[in-house]
């Protein structure tokens, strides 16, 4: 059953741009990126657009859809107000290089920072004994498909340009709390993370876990349990040593 | 716009240039890297958006976690079986014997595999394994491997050069020197000059209209080494995945990973019977279950023999193909996939989390409570470049190719869990002989002239200068995607074949002369035109080699030829440019030596 869907999309470059309306032909079960990619078709050859794998599951497709940072290919035409057009526009935190498309450089920069998993000095050679209980935390933070939602949305750095050179963001909070519990990793990365990489910045606002399209609780798992850990360190060394060997313990699940 | 010898170059000169980050890609461009090559890494998208990130079921390699009676001989066997015995053998050994340490490799660099109750990598059942051998993380191992393996290239300090496409090669005399390319977000030209060239550029599926594949699947890494010189072997095999989704029709193709068969899910047709146990072939009989009852003792004890629902792909796609043309398919085309009769939905959950989350969203369907429709999709492509299966060099001097690109390892037909491993073997082989062959050149390293990047450049920039009445590269993509879907799928017959490759050569005259719209800065619409010219000579590959094989074999059917020919089990069709056309010939297939013969011929139990 097809209907004329009016689509209301940003198009422009660095130097400026506006909105242009579409006019599309939208059938059952289709999603945001069906109808963009009929739209390149049939009007707009030349619309920049990212996607891969169509499934929510390569993080290539955010933009905001209707104000709200979500995956294009997993946001079904069903689930917007019915009867009404329907805003994409580029994610706002990013700076834009043409249409939908903008330039997410900063958070490959973060990426370069965090120093690498480093296996502990009792266990240095892979395979190594983890037990599921023990890798699970770290597993749901692995789910991350670097869609960068959690980025766009965070207020530190959304109308903030100069909070970014200090600032990681949630994304990359997510990935010093899975080194950190992982069961077999030996570096410490907490004093970076409270000093250079801004875990201090977030006031727990959650936005950033409302938008994650892998569900992952990344205030509540990563960034409440990392701020903790980071006092432990800070204020604590009886703390963090009785902890540090309780954790040794629970890893090697003896 | 400004004609092409008023270019300007962006130049870059290394050791080894690595086309692709996938898998094979990246782990290439760490060997290299820690072979003290000066390496860059190149890819079409973002940095771990490659098709490795959708991989979901699991890495096959016999590390005998969970079955102590597992080890390298079987996994052998199993691969070469799989491929209908058309595999290059010592390709199929190496990865049997490398894929465990590879996958440890991976543990060492961070990567979490789930477990087994005594702290192990676990390992899951997959179609065609004998015993239990996929490393996996839920249904999102492929996320796993390629986040593993880009944390990995990034924290060596590897370049990246990300959302540049390459176009072409460049040569000096006979060897590699460079390859020539465009950013995507400027348009702007990029010439990179190297010694040694690795394609790690996936596969080729979106010539497909119903494929799993995403646009990045239109075969450059086939097509640059096609017009390099280089030789593809293997091409009418194409894997068509049994279970794609087929409704609704936005998401038809999509994947259905085979774990879902794997752990425990059986296939119905429309009237609730398990078909499949009607379609075991003779060369399967004696280890395929043939009671639903020993089926399902299988999956708990590997005493018994293993369901026919878990055979290798290309039985059960055509399967399921004859089942809907018989009429007893699903309302959308398809046949039923159940695991929520047989399962507890924790059970699906915990094992399956990315497929239910899938079906929910993309189809409202529950895989808990109710069935899913499914019918086959265009997937993976066994052909590719013909290589030195130890060191990953074609027959160009400098040029290498490792992963989906490359061909060989998977024969007529690949199994699951086998790409992976298959990334990670031959991407660091690839890697390394890339590395120490640049190393050991002598006379110098070949040069990159600048009337090659010119005359890039030029095809380059060619759609820009057509007339606008013509066809949009939209328009030809979708007429090339029915031609292929419609002649060249999983049946086939001369008469179809021959009807397809007229097919091309009119596509051919339309996509040369497509017009674009815009600039070239961030243009889909150009990348698309400029995309059209390889998936066409890639088409053409896989109907001309198919037109040749007169015989049905793995991703290979022949309606007439229907049966497998043991003159045909010694050939391999090798494809070729010749003058700017594609042409085939037979090659005789290496043969194992006498204690790997032995192994394939051993019985299942
Ligand atoms: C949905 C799905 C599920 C799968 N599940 C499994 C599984 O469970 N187990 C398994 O073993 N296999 C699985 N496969 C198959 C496997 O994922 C692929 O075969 C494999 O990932 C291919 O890896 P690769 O490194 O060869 O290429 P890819 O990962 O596809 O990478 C190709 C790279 O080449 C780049 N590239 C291409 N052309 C150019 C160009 N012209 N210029 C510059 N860069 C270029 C791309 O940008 C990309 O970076 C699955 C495939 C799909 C589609
Ligand atoms: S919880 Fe913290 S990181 Fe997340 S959006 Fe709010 S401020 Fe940003
Ligand atoms: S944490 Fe979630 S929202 Fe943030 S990048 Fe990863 S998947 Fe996207
Ligand atoms: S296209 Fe991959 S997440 Fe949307």
Same mark, same amino acid.
């Given at each position: 059953?097809?209907?004329?869907?009016?689509?209301?999309?940003?198009?422009?470059?660095?130097?400026?741009?506006?909105?242009?309306?579409?006019?599309?032909?939208?059938?059952?079960?289709?999603?945001?990126?069906?109808?963009?990619?009929?739209?390149?078709?049939?009007?707009?050859?030349?619309?920049?657009?990212?996607?891969?794998?169509?499934?929510?599951?390569?993080?290539?497709? $955010?933009?905001?859809?209707?104000?709200?940072?979500?995956?294009?290919?997993?946001?079904?035409?069903?689930?917007? %107000?019915?009867?009404?057009?329907?805003?994409?526009?580029?994610?706002?935190?990013?700076?834009?290089?043409?249409?939908?498309?903008?330039?997410?450089?900063?958070?490959?920069?973060?990426?370069?920072?965090? %120093?690498?998993?480093?296996?502990?000095?009792?266990?240095?050679?892979?395979?190594?004994?983890?037990?599921?209980?023990?890798?699970?935390? $770290?597993?749901?933070?692995?789910?991350?498909?670097?869609?960068?939602?959690?980025?766009?949305?965070?207020?530190?750095?959304?109308?903030?340009?100069?909070?970014?050179?200090?600032?990681?963001?949630?994304?990359?909070?997510?990935?010093?709390?899975?080194?950190?519990?992982?069961?077999?990793?030996?570096?410490?990365?907490?004093?970076?993370?409270?000093?250079?990489?801004?875990?201090?910045?977030?006031?727990?606002?959650?936005?950033?876990?409302?938008?994650?399209?892998?569900?992952?609780?990344?205030?509540?798992?990563?960034?409440?349990?990392?701020?903790?850990?980071?006092?432990?360190?800070?204020?604590? %060394?009886?703390?963090?040593?009785?902890?540090?060997?309780?954790?040794?313990?629970?890893?090697?699940?003896? | 716009?400004?004609?092409?010898?008023?270019?300007?170059?962006? !130049?870059?000169? @290394?050791?080894?240039?690595?086309?692709?980050?996938?898998?094979?890609?990246?782990?290439?461009?760490? /060997?290299?890297?820690?072979?003290?090559?000066?390496?860059?890494?190149?890819?079409?998208?973002?940095?771990?958006?490659?098709?490795?990130?959708?991989?979901e079921g699991g +890495?096959a390699a016999a590390m005998a976690n969970l079955w102590p009676e597992d080890n390298w001989q079987v996994h052998f066997r199993d691969t070469m079986r799989g491929g209908k015995l058309?595999?290059?053998?010592?390709?199929?050994?190496?990865?049997a014997?490398?894929?465990?340490?590879?996958?440890?490799?991976?543990?060492?660099?961070?990567?979490?595999?789930d477990?087994t109750p005594?702290?192990?990598?676990s390992q899951r059942d997959f179609g065609g394994h004998r015993y239990a051998r996929l490393a996996h &993380?839920?249904d999102?191992?492929?996320?796993?491997?390629?986040?593993?393996?880009?944390?990995?290239?990034?924290?060596?300090?590897?370049?990246?050069?990300?959302?540049?496409?390459?176009?072409?090669?460049?040569?000096?005399?006979?060897?590699?020197?460079? /390859?020539?390319?465009?950013?995507?977000?400027?348009?702007?030209?990029?010439?990179?000059?190297?010694?040694?060239?690795?394609?790690?550029?996936?596969?080729?599926?979106?010539?497909?209209?119903?494929?799993?594949?995403?646009?990045? @699947?239109?075969?450059?890494?086939?097509?640059?080494?096609?017009?390099?010189?280089?030789?593809?072997?293997?091409?009418?095999?194409?894997q068509f995945h049994p279970t794609?989704?087929?409704?609704?029709?936005?998401? !038809?193709?999509?994947?259905v990973t085979e774990s879902v068969r794997g752990d425990g899910g059986a296939l119905l047709n429309s009237e609730g019977k398990r078909f499949m146990f009607d379609y075991i072939p003779e060369f399967f009989k004696a280890e395929t279950a043939d009671s639903p009852e020993e089926a399902d003792r299988w999956y708990t004890d590997k005493r018994n023999r293993r369901p026919p629902d878990l055979l290798p792909r290309d039985e059960v796609a055509r399967a399921i193909n004859n089942e809907v043309?018989s009429?007893r398919g699903s309302?959308?085309?398809g046949v039923f996939l159940d695991i929520a009769s047989r399962r507890s939905p924790e059970f699906i959950?915990k094992r399956l989390?990315?497929m239910? *989350? *899938?079906?929910?969203?993309?189809? =409202?369907?529950?895989i808990t409570k109710e069935p899913m429709e499914i019918a086959p999709?265009?997937? @993976?492509?066994?052909?590719? &470049?013909?290589?030195?299966?130890?060191?990953?060099?074609?027959? &160009?001097?400098?040029?290498? /190719?490792?992963?989906?690109?490359?061909?060989?390892?998977?024969?007529a037909n690949r199994l699951g869990g086998n790409?992976?491993?298959?990334?990670?073997?031959?991407?660091?082989?690839?890697?390394?002989?890339?590395?120490?062959?640049?190393?050991?050149? /002598?006379? =110098?390293?070949?040069? &990159?002239?600048?009337?090659?990047?010119?005359?890039?450049?030029?095809?380059?920039?060619?759609?820009?200068?057509?007339?606008?009445?013509?066809?949009?590269?939209?328009?030809?993509?979708?007429?090339?995607?029915?031609?292929?879907?419609?002649?060249?799928? +999983?049946?086939?017959?001369?008469?179809?074949?021959?009807?397809?490759?007229?097919?091309?050569?009119?596509? !051919?005259?339309?996509?040369?002369?497509?017009?674009?719209?815009?600039?070239?800065?961030?243009?889909?619409?150009?990348?698309?035109?400029?995309?059209?010219?390889?998936?066409?000579?890639?088409?053409?590959?896989?109907?001309?080699?198919?037109?040749? !094989?007169?015989?049905?074999r793995g991703?290979?059917?022949?309606?007439?030829?229907?049966?497998s020919?043991?003159?045909?089990?010694?050939?391999?069709?090798?494809?070729?440019?010749?003058?700017?056309?594609?042409?085939?010939?037979?090659?005789?297939?290496?043969?194992?030596?006498?204690?790997?013969?032995?192994l394939l011929e051993e019985e299942a139990h």
């Amino acid at each position: 059953m097809s209907y004329q869907l009016v689509l209301r999309i940003w198009r422009g470059d660095s130097s400026g741009g506006d909105f242009v309306h579409y006019e599309v032909p939208a059938d059952e079960g289709e999603v945001v990126l069906d109808v963009v990619h009929k739209t390149q078709a049939l009007f707009a050859g030349d619309l920049a657009v990212r996607w891969n794998c169509k499934a929510g599951k390569c993080g290539s497709c $955010s933009a905001e859809i209707n104000g709200v940072p979500r995956l294009m290919c997993m946001t079904k035409l069903s689930s917007l %107000p019915a009867g009404r057009a329907v805003t994409i526009t580029p994610l706002r935190t990013f700076p834009v290089i043409k249409d939908l498309v903008t330039d997410v450089s900063f958070n490959y920069e973060k990426a370069r920072q965090v %120093p690498a998993f480093s296996a502990q000095p009792d266990q240095p050679v892979a395979p190594f004994t983890m037990y599921q209980e023990d890798v699970e935390r $770290s597993q749901e933070f692995r789910k991350c498909i670097e869609c960068w939602l959690c980025q766009d949305t965070c207020h530190v750095i959304r109308d903030h340009e100069e909070n970014k050179p200090h600032f990681a963001g949630p994304r990359f909070f997510i990935r010093y709390a899975e080194l950190d519990m992982h069961p077999n990793d030996g570096l410490d990365r907490k004093k970076l993370l409270q000093e250079t990489q801004g875990l201090g910045y977030c006031n727990i606002t959650k936005c950033c876990t409302e938008v994650c399209p892998e569900h992952i609780k990344i205030t509540d798992n990563a960034i409440i349990a990392m701020k903790e850990r980071v006092v432990d360190v800070k204020y604590d %060394p009886v703390v963090k040593f009785f902890g540090r060997r309780r954790a040794g313990r629970e890893k090697r699940g003896s | 716009m400004p004609a092409a010898d008023q270019e300007t170059y962006e !130049r870059h000169s @290394y050791d080894v240039v690595v086309i692709g980050a996938g898998g094979a890609g990246l782990r290439a461009a760490i /060997a290299a890297h820690e072979s003290g090559a000066r390496t860059a890494l190149i890819c079409k998208s973002l940095l771990g958006k490659a098709h490795t990130v959708m991989a979901e079921g699991g +890495i096959a390699a016999a590390m005998a976690n969970l079955w102590p009676e597992d080890n390298w001989q079987v996994h052998f066997r199993d691969t070469m079986r799989g491929g209908k015995l058309l595999n290059h053998w010592r390709m199929a050994e190496l990865h049997a014997k490398e894929a465990p340490d590879r996958v440890y490799e991976l543990e060492q660099w961070g990567a979490l595999f789930d477990r087994t109750p005594d702290g192990k990598i676990s390992q899951r059942d997959f179609g065609g394994h004998r015993y239990a051998r996929l490393a996996h &993380v839920g249904d999102r191992t492929g996320l796993e491997m390629i986040r593993t393996l880009q944390q990995r290239a990034v924290s060596l300090g590897i370049d990246v050069f990300m959302e540049l496409t390459v176009t072409e090669l460049l040569k000096d005399g006979g060897k590699v020197s460079g /390859a020539f390319g465009y950013w995507r977000e400027s348009g702007r030209f990029v010439v990179f000059e190297a010694p040694a060239i690795v394609l790690a550029t996936g596969g080729i599926g979106k010539s497909w209209r119903v494929t799993s594949n995403s646009w990045e @699947y239109t075969g450059d890494g086939h097509a640059l080494a096609l017009r390099a010189g280089a030789t593809l072997l293997n091409m009418e095999f194409v894997q068509f995945h049994p279970t794609g989704m087929v409704w609704p029709p936005a998401v !038809r193709g999509l994947l259905v990973t085979e774990s879902v068969r794997g752990d425990g899910g059986a296939l119905l047709n429309s009237e609730g019977k398990r078909f499949m146990f009607d379609y075991i072939p003779e060369f399967f009989k004696a280890e395929t279950a043939d009671s639903p009852e020993e089926a399902d003792r299988w999956y708990t004890d590997k005493r018994n023999r293993r369901p026919p629902d878990l055979l290798p792909r290309d039985e059960v796609a055509r399967a399921i193909n004859n089942e809907v043309k018989s009429g007893r398919g699903s309302p959308h085309g398809g046949v039923f996939l159940d695991i929520a009769s047989r399962r507890s939905p924790e059970f699906i959950k915990k094992r399956l989390p990315s497929m239910y *989350q *899938q079906f929910m969203e993309l189809a =409202g369907v529950d895989i808990t409570k109710e069935p899913m429709e499914i019918a086959p999709t265009c997937h @993976y492509v066994m052909g590719g &470049v013909e290589v030195d299966p130890d060191s990953q060099m074609s027959v &160009v001097p400098g040029l290498f /190719a490792a992963g989906e690109v490359a061909g060989g390892m998977h024969g007529a037909n690949r199994l699951g869990g086998n790409s992976l491993s298959d990334l990670l073997v031959f991407g660091k082989r690839a890697g390394e002989h890339a590395a120490e062959y640049g190393a050991a050149l /002598a006379g =110098g390293r070949p040069k &990159v002239s600048t009337a090659s990047a010119h005359d890039a450049a030029e095809i380059a920039l060619a759609p820009f200068a057509h007339d606008q009445g013509h066809d949009n590269p939209y328009s030809v993509h979708q007429e090339l995607q029915a031609v292929m879907q419609d002649l060249v799928g +999983i049946i086939r017959t001369e008469h179809e074949l021959r009807l397809a490759l007229d097919r091309l050569v009119e596509l !051919r005259a339309k996509a040369a002369a497509v017009a674009v719209e815009g600039n070239r800065q961030y243009n889909p619409g150009w990348h698309l035109a400029l995309d059209l010219r390889n998936m066409l000579v890639v088409s053409e590959s896989v109907a001309r080699a198919a037109l040749e !094989r007169q015989e049905s074999r793995g991703g290979h059917t022949r309606d007439d030829f229907p049966m497998s020919d043991p003159y045909w089990a010694t050939q391999n069709v090798v494809v070729e440019l010749k003058e700017g056309t594609v042409s085939v010939r037979r090659q005789p297939l290496p043969q194992p030596p006498a204690e790997l013969a032995k192994l394939l011929e051993e019985e299942a139990h």
